[in-house]
Structure formats: C-alpha cells, structure tokens
C-alpha cells in the first residue's frame, strides 16, 4: 500500500514565523501535491510538483513555496505565517502513469497561526 | 473550466438505510471520476473510480456508475453502518490536464445512527 506521511499532525505557530510542513511518499511516484481543506471550501491545490526540481503553482499558491529536492519528499513553507494561513494542510501524490490519476493522501497537519 | 457539484450535507441515515449521494460534473474532456472518503481525523482515501461512460465503480458496498448523459456519478450504498459516518466527495481528473488537476466538489457529509 501508498503511504503518505506527513511531518506533523497539529502545529501553533505565531504571525511572522517561518512554517515548513514535510511530506514523504514511499511509492516512488512522479507527482506529489498540497492542499489545504477549509470548512465549506474543499480542497484547494496550493502547488504540485511533477519531478525533482519541478514545481507548478496551483489555485491559491499565494503566501506559499514548495521545494522538492528529492523524488520522495515534498516540502510546503510558508514564509510569513498569517492567521488566514490558519486550516488544515494535506499532501497527496499520484504515481504519474497515463490514465492512473487517483491519488493517495497522508493523515494532515492541522495549522494554527496565533 | 470543469467543476464538480455534490449534494450538501450533513446527511444522517439510521444503521441499515439506503444511502445516495449526488454528484454532477462538467467537463470538457473525457474525465475519470473519483470518490473519496475522509474519516474522522485522517486524510482522504479513494473509495471508488470510474475511467469512462458507464463504468461502475464498487468497493465495500458502495457503487458509482459513470453517467455521461446526464454527467453524473452518483454514490449508493444499500446498508450503511455505523463505521461509514465520513465525509464523502466527489472528484475528478482530466486527463488533459494529464492528471494534474484534480476537481474535488465541496464534500458530503455522512452521519449514521444506530
């Protein structure tokens, strides 16, 4: 089975700080993705990553970066933690295969920003 | 752009009813479509998918069937339980996109009683 692990189940982090959650998949799958889940919103995509290296933006990848130095770990920061940054954070990854596009989640990191 | 619409919750069921969820798309392309369930606490799982027209997706007594006519992939279970109180959404994946954007609709979600 995919496993998606994520750094973190719950952080508090203060305005201004700097926010680094991890993400590690184990199936050696080309994508990996973050999302945050907010009440009455859904999932919105923050950034996605097809390859080491490579990086495309998402719908709401403001206040965000991502680094993806290695094919298994995906890194999402937050450079400036804001309260509207406050929500629930989930990374996923896709095994990039023509026509296999489900995709496996790990369990969130529930952010709060004071 | 493609969309996904899924019925508001909550939606709460005595042990042993009959469950459906609706779920409607748009889409430009030829979409897989996905469901996925979200237990208390964890990330999402794919519950179901379906790849084309008229496809039927089942897994631990649920089902979906890929309806193009009316762009719809409607979920049913014949006798929930307790254990399926979730969340529930309906997704798909373009493969224009070639897999990278995934539509998640808003989620569904699902209380049973005993």
Redesign the interface.
């Given at each position: 089975d995919v496993k998606v692990t994520q750094s973190s189940r719950y952080l508090v982090k203060r305005t201004g700080e700097k926010v680094f959650l991890e993400c590690v998949q184990d199936m050696d799958h080309e994508n990996m993705f973050w999302y945050r889940q907010d009440p009455g919103l859904g999932l919105r995509l923050i950034y996605f990553s097809y390859d080491v290296k490579m990086k495309e933006k998402g719908d709401i990848p403001e206040g965000y970066s991502v680094s993806r130095e290695k094919k298994e770990r995906f890194s999402l920061i937050l450079e400036s933690a804001s309260t509207n940054q406050t929500s629930m954070y989930l990374c996923a990854s896709s095994s990039g295969l023509a026509g296999i596009y489900e995709q496996y989640f790990g369990p969130g990191t529930r952010l709060t920003v004071t | 752009g493609d969309s996904v619409t899924q019925m508001e919750g909550p939606v709460t069921l005595s042990e042993e009813a009959f469950l459906t969820i609706n779920c409607t798309y748009t889409a430009t392309g030829y979409p897989?479509l996905?469901w996925?369930v979200q237990y208390p606490?964890?990330?999402?799982?794919?519950l179901l998918?379906a790849?084309k027209a008229d496809d039927k997706g089942s897994n631990k007594g649920f089902e979906a069937t890929y309806r193009k006519e009316t762009t719809s992939f409607h979920l049913e279970k014949g006798s929930v339980q307790v254990s399926d109180s979730a969340v529930y959404?309906c997704a798909l994946?373009d493969?224009g996109t070639?897999?990278?954007?995934?539509i998640?609709?808003?989620?569904t979600r699902l209380f049973v009683k005993a």
């Open positions: - | 897989s996905f996925y606490g964890e990330g999402l799982q794919l998918k790849t959404f994946s493969p070639g897999g990278f954007k995934t998640f609709g808003a989620g």
